[in-house]
Each structure stands twice: as C-alpha cells, then as structure tokens.
C-alpha cells in the first residue's frame, strides 16, 4: 500500500509530466510556426514521451492499491523568441523535472516504501537522457548562432528522431 504522502507526491507527479507534455506540444506548434518541422516532429515525439511517462506514474498508483487524482494541467507558455530560447525553457524544464524526481526518491526513502523507490530508478536514469538530449540541442544551437544554413542541416537531423 501507498501511505498517503507518497500517493499525493506520485498523483502530482502525473501533473507534472502531463504539464510537461503540453508544455512541448506548445513547442510543437511554435516549431510549425516558424518552419521548422524537424524541431516539431523532435517535439512531437517528446510530448508523447512525457504522457507516457505520467501513464507510469499512473500504473504505479494503480498497482499500489492507491488512487489516482487528477489536477488542472496549468497553460504553458507557447511563444518563443528564437529555437535556441525555446531549447533553453526545454533543458530548465527538464532540470526541474530531474529536481521533482530526486525529491520523490528522497520521500520514498523517508517512508520506506522501496517499491516506490525502485520505480523511481528508471525515471532517474531517464533524466540523465532527457537533461543531455535538449542540452545537445541547445549547445548546437549556439554553435549555429545566426547561420540559416546550420540551422537548416540541424533541422533535417532532428527530423528523422525515431
Ligand atoms: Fe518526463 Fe522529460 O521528463
């Protein structure tokens, strides 16, 4: 069984990795905006990987015998003024997820709910990729700078994510 702090913690955690889902549809639509459809199909696919990823929060409650709530999911920003600044609100974001995660760790371990904290692994080693997947993205985007063609050869890449 889940003791009431942990499930209020995993149910917020849904919020969370649901916010971020619509936080990157955002980009998606942003990426469109401004032609650059290998950024939003990138985008796409880390949407629905974060929906995903509150589906397991949401198995994990559901196996622990606990219940699921579910929250307002807050409206996100959805303009950007350049790729390389929405990148940037991407990477933060994701740091602040990796903070979230850590915590939860910390709160299984003070509650000795070791199934919790085995869970929680995965998503830990997930933040690793996460925090080096967009921080990949942001770095080549200052190498870029102001080169259209760079910008151009790097949105082809990101084009063909899988
Ligand atoms: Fe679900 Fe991108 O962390």
New binding site residues.
Partial sequence: MLSPKIEKALNAQINA?LF?SYLYLAMVAYFQDTNLSGFAHWMTLQSQ??TS?GMKFFQHIIERGGRVTLEVIDRPQFEWKSPLEAMEAALEH?IY?TKRINDLVDLAMDEKDHATASFLQWFVD??VE?EDNANGIVQKLRMIGDHPGGLFMLDRDMGSRA
């Fill in positions: 990795e971020s990987e974060e990823h994701e997820i997930e933040q996460e």
